[in-house]
Each structure stands twice: as structure tokens, then as C-alpha cells.
């Protein structure tokens, strides 16, 4: 999603001679496919709340123009909290975003009963809603891009690995294996680092040690649960962490482990339920009777920064070599503003419409870095 959102853009302001490499053999099936699907404007840093509005907005309009391929369901982002601390963090983020821009609303008790009447109330303290947050279906937002690109100028290579990259001369030179014997050489003014999960093995090969490590995340899905609307707003306790919304018949559910450890298995944690257990009970008491659906339960890759942060922009000493990588489960939410930052780079050397510095490379050394703590 993150690459095929750049070759549009580049495309689309008229730039030439771009190639788009992807080792898998059709675009969305890597950790795009495995996307839970939220979107949404309720982050605790303006870097991430601006991103998402650029990409909210324009997902509106890939909507729109591609008669609902995306499955954008703009059913809202309920937050709750039941502690202090959590009304503070909040009130905190809430402030921010009002700021920013957004049309949050800080609701009562009651109200987050009125919009979520499954929850259970006791102790609840407050929660926020944006209307304009919501659920996409990934693998329809990837087709909508797919059939834009596919109209362009764009060359795809599918199927093909990177094996080197030479950022020396200019242009520089990548060396590009096929699905066949032998290899291809490409040279390029620009090279772009949109790997996801593999990002921090791309960037070694132009001798960079990228900050970006993959980090497992689990999904379940129970089976069939009547009595309840067919649409709900992504429902987040924020006291636990764990998060449900509809899927089919049944609920989605997901829980992040703060405590993960970096690595590259994409197998179902065998502990997942087992944690899932210890806190559905906490504000979804209806789920911890509902049967897991065995085949739907799966996990994917977060790439995790150390502030869950992007980085978006080039590499110190390497200027032509950029990054759009890093984006915590973000990828698809931020991809479109990631993407409308990098072309304005490539074009003009500076990002015109959103502010990247916060978010370049060099921040991890100069040890100024912006912590997203709305981290789902």
C-alpha cells in the first residue's frame, strides 16, 4: 500500500520513469493482507494526527471515485478509559486534536453507553468519538490504488527481490533478481525504502542501520453474535488495550502486547487467547463466552520504531536514498500522506503540504524524539 501510494502520486504530478519492486507476485499481499483495517484521527502527537487527516480526506475521495472499492465505513473510533491516569492521557489527546483540526468529542459516561450500550459501564470514567473515523477494507483500498497505477506509466515489477544497492554514483545502481536465472540492474535517481516489515534489511544493503523492527501482532475472530447492531464503532479500552469492532457476524478482536519482542513469525501467539481472556472481561463481559473462530485468528507484522513513529524522509549522508517505512500498524492509515510528502520531496526537495522533519531519520541520534502513546 505504502509503494503503490507513492507511484501514484509520482504518476499522477507527471514524474517519469518509475518502477515499483515487490518480491511478493501481486500488490497487498504482504503485511497489507493482514491489516486489521482501522483508520483514524485519535493519536497523541500532531505528526500522527496530521497524517491521518491528509489520508482521511483522501480516502473520502477514493471512495467516492471508485464507487465504495475501499469499503470506507466511517463508523467511528469510541476511546474509554476507567482510570485517572487514562482520563488525563485522554483529556491530553484530546486537546491536541481539537488543535489539530479534528472534530473530537469528549464524551460523558453516559454518552459512551449511548454509542456503545454493550460496554460495561462501571467505573467508566470518559471516553472520545470522531465521527469521521472508521474501517476500510484493505484489500479493496489496495485494488482501487492497483487500478489508478495500472493507468499510468508506471513499471511494476512483481516477483523481483533486490539483492544490492549502490547509493554511490548517480545514478545509483540496484541490482534486481527475477522469478527467472540471472539478474537486472536499475539506475535511478531516487531510490525509496517502502519494505515494511523487511525495511531495515533493505536499508543495510545501502549500509544503513535503520531503527525499524518487526513486531507480532495477533487478531481473533469470534463466531456469530446476535443482538447487536451489524455496525459498531471501533470500540477501544484504553485501560487494557484490547479493541473489537464488527466482522461479519461475529466481533473482531485484537490486543498488542507492549512486552513483544521484535521477530519475523507471522503464526497465531499461543498465548494470544490466553491474554485475550485475562481482559475482555474488563468492558466487553457480552465476548468472553463467544466462540474463537478457529480460521480467524491471525497475526501480522507491526514494523515498530522506539517513539512509534515514521520515518519519512532521506538518510543522512545517502540524501537520495529515502524512507517511508516504520509506520507501527499505520501503514495503510498514513500511506496516502507519507506518499503526497516523498513526491513533493523527490520534486522539490521539501515536503510542501506536511511537515516530515518531526519525523527524519537523524532524530534517533539526536535523541529528540516524538513518543505516540495511543500506541493499538
Same mark, same amino acid.
Request: aromatic share 6%; proline share 7%.
Given at each position: 500500500?505504502?509503494? =503503490? ?11 517519469? !520513469? ?5 518480491? =511478493? ?31 482521511? *480526506?483522501e %480516502?473520502?475521495k477514493?471512495?467516492? $471515485? ?5 469499503? +470506507? ?21 484530546y ?6 483540526? @479534528?472534530? @473530537? ?12 450500550? +454493550? ?7 470518559a ?5 469521521? !473515523?472508521?474501517?476500510?477494507?484493505? *484489500? ?9 497505477v ?26 534486481v ?20 516489515? $523487511?525495511?531495515? $534489511? ?6 544503513? $542501520?535503520?531503527?525499524?523492527?518487526? @513486531?507480532?501482532?495477533n ?5 456469530? #453474535? ?9 470500540? #477501544? ?31 497465531? !501467539?499461543?498465548n494470544?487467547?490466553?491474554? =485475550? ?15 474463537? *473462530? ?14 512509534? *513513529? ?11 536514498? %529515502? ?30 503540504v %506536511? !511537515?516530515?522533519?518531526? %519525523?527524519?531519520l ?8 516524538? #513518543?505516540e502513546?495511543?500506541?493499538?
Amino acid at each position: 500500500m505504502i509503494g =503503490l501510494s507513492l507511484a501514484r502520486e509520482l504518476a499522477g504530478d507527471g514524474v517519469e !520513469d518509475v518502477v515499483l519492486i515487490e518480491h =511478493l507476485g501481486a500488490p497487498g499481499r504482504g503485511s497489507t493482507a493482514k491489516a486489521n483495517g482501522g483508520i483514524r484521527a485519535q493519536f497523541t502527537t500532531r505528526s500522527n494526527i496530521e497524517f491521518s487527516l491528509y489520508t482521511i *480526506h483522501e %480516502l473520502e475521495k477514493l471512495q467516492r $471515485d471508485t464507487d465504495g472499492l475501499p469499503g +470506507f465505513i466511517q463508523a467511528g473510533y469510541l476511546l474509554f478509559t476507567g482510570t485517572e491516569q487514562g482520563e488525563a492521557g485522554l483529556r491530553t489527546g484530546y486537546e491536541l486534536q481539537r488543535e489539530c483540526g @479534528v472534530d @473530537v468529542e469528549w464524551l460523558s459516561p453516559a454518552e459512551v453507553l449511548a454509542k456503545a450500550p +454493550f460496554v460495561r459501564g462501571d467505573g467508566l470514567r470518559a471516553g472520545t468519538f470522531h465521527e469521521r !473515523d472508521g474501517l476500510i477494507d484493505p *484489500h479493496g483500498v489496495v485494488q482501487a490504488m492497483w487500478d489508478q497505477v495500472k493507468a499510468t506509466s508506471v513499471d511494476l515489477l512483481f516477483d523481483h527481490e533486490v539483492t544490492s544497492i549502490d547509493m554511490d554514483p548517480t545514478p545509483s545502481s540496484l541490482i534486481v533478481r527475477g522469478p527467472g536465472p540471472g539478474t537486472i540492474k536499475l539506475e535511478a535517481e531516487w531510490v525509496v525504502n517502502a519494505a515494511g516489515p $523487511d525495511a531495515k $534489511d533493505v536499508a543495510a544493503l545501502c549500509g544503513v $542501520d535503520l531503527p525499524c523492527e518487526p @513486531v507480532r501482532r495477533n487478531l481473533a475472530c469470534t463466531d456469530p #453474535v446476535s443482538g447487536y447492531p451489524a455496525v459498531i464503532p471501533m470500540c #477501544v479500552d484504553l485501560d487494557t488495550g484490547v479493541l473489537i469492532r464488527r466482522e461479519s457476524a461475529g466481533f473482531l478482536i485484537a490486543y498488542s502486547n507492549p512486552d513483544d519482542l521484535p521477530g519475523t513469525d507471522t503464526s497465531l !501467539d499461543p498465548n494470544f487467547l490466553s491474554e =485475550l481472556a485475562e481482559r475482555i472481561g474488563n468492558r466487553f463481559p457480552f465476548l468472553e463466552d463467544a466462540g474463537i *473462530h478457529e480460521r480467524g485468528c491471525w497475526a501480522g507484522l507491526y514494523p515498530e520504531t522506539p517513539d512509534h *513513529h515514521a520515518i519519512v524522509g532521506p538518510t543522512p549522508g545517502l540524501p537520495r536514498l %529515502l524512507h517511508s517505512v516504520g509506520f507501527g500498524g499505520h501503514g495503510i492509515m498514513h500511506s496516502i500522506a507519507a506518499a503526497r510528502a516523498l513526491a513533493d520531496y523527490v520534486q522539490f526537495g521539501e515536503s510542501r503540504v %506536511l !511537515d516530515i522533519g518531526p %519525523l527524519r531519520l537523524e532524530r534517533f541520534a539526536e535523541g529528540d524524539l516524538i #513518543v505516540e502513546s495511543a500506541v493499538l
